[in-house]
T-cell receptor, first 116, second 112 residues
């Protein structure tokens, strides 16, 4: 079974700073996706960024980028030029791509607060 | 498209009562999922379905039942509500061979 671990329950930074959220995972699969989801106070789950395990290049979406270390099973999220609207819970998630329902496995989450 | 819709948004149940959480999607997605999110935790999979008439258990299925009679609807049934089922429930859907799951807005359930 796959597991996802986020070791930082809470983080807090000043607006415009850069922040990195950590995530490690455990799997015997070779092909999978990794995701970061954002959950603001509205509770809506919002996909921030995804990474395919077969791609060596780290994914980037505007101010959001990842550092994917497949051998170390590490998948961190970097938020540059942080904004007040980035305040939310952030969840790391794993999905294997082998046949089947391809279920998401989530970490425990990191509560990120951006201070003005 | 309305996307994934869930009703109700909030509900308070007494111990032993039963209820059905409704989930519907209008995107013709084959795959649908039910998750629960306990306070301060990530989402855990309760049940999932790969198409009408096909359902299977996820990580935490005890105390719940599901059915999938149509592609659009995937209701979650609680038969004998217990305080341990106090949680936020999310429904999601996905097309095959696509990585992205589309989530509903969630239902906050309190059992007292």
């Amino acid at each position: 079974a796959q597991t996802v671990t986020q070791s930082q329950p809470e983080m807090s930074v000043q607006e415009a700073e850069t922040v990195t959220l950590s995530c490690t995972y455990d799997t015997s699969e070779n092909n999978y996706y990794l995701f970061w989801y954002k959950q603001p106070p509205s509770r809506q789950m919002i996909l921030v960024i995804r990474q395919e395990a077969y791609k060596q290049q780290n994914a980037t979406e505007n101010r959001f980028s990842v550092n994917f270390q497949k051998a170390a099973k590490s998948f961190s999220l970097k938020i540059s030029d942080s904004q007040l609207g980035d305040t939310a819970m952030y969840f790391c998630a794993f999905m294997k791509t082998s046949q089947g329902a391809q279920k998401l496995v989530f970490g425990q989450g990191t509560r990120l607060t951006i201070n003005p | 498209n309305a996307g994934v819709t869930q009703t109700p948004k909030f509900r308070i149940l007494k111990i032993g009562q039963s209820m059905t959480l409704q989930c519907a999607q209008d995107m013709n997605h084959n795959y649908m999922y039910w998750y629960r999110q306990d306070p301060g935790m990530g989402l855990k999979l309760i049940y999932y379905s790969v198409g009408a008439g096909i359902t299977d258990k996820g990580e935490v299925p005890n105390g719940y039942n599901v059915s999938r009679s149509t592609t659009e609807d995937f209701p979650l049934r609680l038969e004998l509500a217990a305080p341990s089922q106090t949680s936020v429930y999310f429904c999601a859907s996905r097309v095959p061979n696509s990585y992205e799951q589309y989530f509903g807005p969630g239902t906050r359930l309190t059992v007292t």
